[in-house]
């Protein structure tokens, strides 16, 4: 069983930065894809950032140019850096990865004031 941890939310003011960090109990390097999910109250969850196997990443139009996930072999451990922050980012945030299966994380909380 993999096991996803979230970690470096918080509370932020538009314009701010933050740096979530993604552990995993499993060599990140053998997953497909590890991704960042992101999910806002009354809405569905909806991806952020992608990053394949072989260094591969993607973007929405939402976040591109602010968002920036990257993953630390050594460490097992991926991460999305987000600058400019806005409002609307608020939510929560999800760790996902998939080899034959699919994991999840438990979320970690975004909060971006105005």
């Known amino acids: 069983q993999v096991h996803l941890v979230e970690s470096g939310g918080g509370l932020v003011q538009t314009g701010g930065s933050l740096r979530l960090s993604c552990a995993s109990s499993?060599?990140?390097?053998?997953?497909?894809?590890m991704d960042w999910y992101r999910q806002a109250p009354g809405q569905q969850r909806e991806l952020v950032a992608g990053?394949?196997?072989?260094?591969?990443?993607n973007y929405p139009d939402s976040v591109k140019g602010r968002f920036t996930i990257s993953r630390d072999n050594a460490k097992n451990e991926v991460y999305l850096q987000m600058t400019s922050l806005k409002p609307e980012d608020t939510a929560v945030y999800y760790c996902?990865?998939?080899?034959?299966?699919?994991?999840w994380g438990q979320g970690t909380q975004v909060t971006v004031s105005s």
């Open positions: 996902h990865a998939k080899l034959w299966n699919e994991y």
């Open positions: 499993a060599d990140v390097g053998v997953f497909s894809a």
């Open positions: 990053l394949t196997r072989d260094g591969s990443s």
